[in-house]
Nanobody
Framework: QVQLVESGGGLVQPGGSLRLSCVAS????????MGWYRQAPGKQRELVAA???????NYADSVKGRFTISRDNAKNTVYLQMNSLKPEDTAVYYC???????????WGQGTQVTVSS
């Protein structure tokens, strides 16, 4: 059974930093586009950032210049470095795996990020 396990969420003050990690198991990691989504209370889930094995990266406009996504194919892990955090970044962050050639999508269980003073 495919598993995506996130870690690294928590409570941080505005302007602070957090690093999220997502470890994938039982998939051929390099065949997946890996992404981070977030969902705030009362809002739809939105894409934060995504990265392909070849290195193509996409960011939501709201996080450009503050967040950095990266991946380590040898460790089946994707990271999200979040700097200069704002209260509006508060949400549950989900790891997502999208197969590049087949109809296969997987989600992690989510990790809470709260930005508050």
């Amino acid at each position: 059974q495919v598993q995506l396990v996130e870690s690294g969420g928590g409570l941080v003050q505005p302007g602070g930093s957090l690093r999220l990690s997502c470890v994938a198991s039982r998939i051929i990691f390099s065949l997946y586009r890996m992404g981070w989504y977030r969902q705030a209370p009362g809002k739809q889930r939105e894409l934060v950032a995504a990265i392909r094995s070849a290195g193509t990266i996409n960011y939501a406009d709201s996080v450009k210049g503050r967040f950095t996504i990266s991946r380590d194919n040898a460790k089946n892990t994707v990271y999200l470095q979040m700097n200069s955090l704002k209260p509006e970044d508060t949400a549950v962050y989900y790891c997502h795996a999208h197969h590049l050639f087949e109809v296969k999508d997987y989600w992690g269980q989510g990790t809470q990020v709260t930005v508050s003073s």
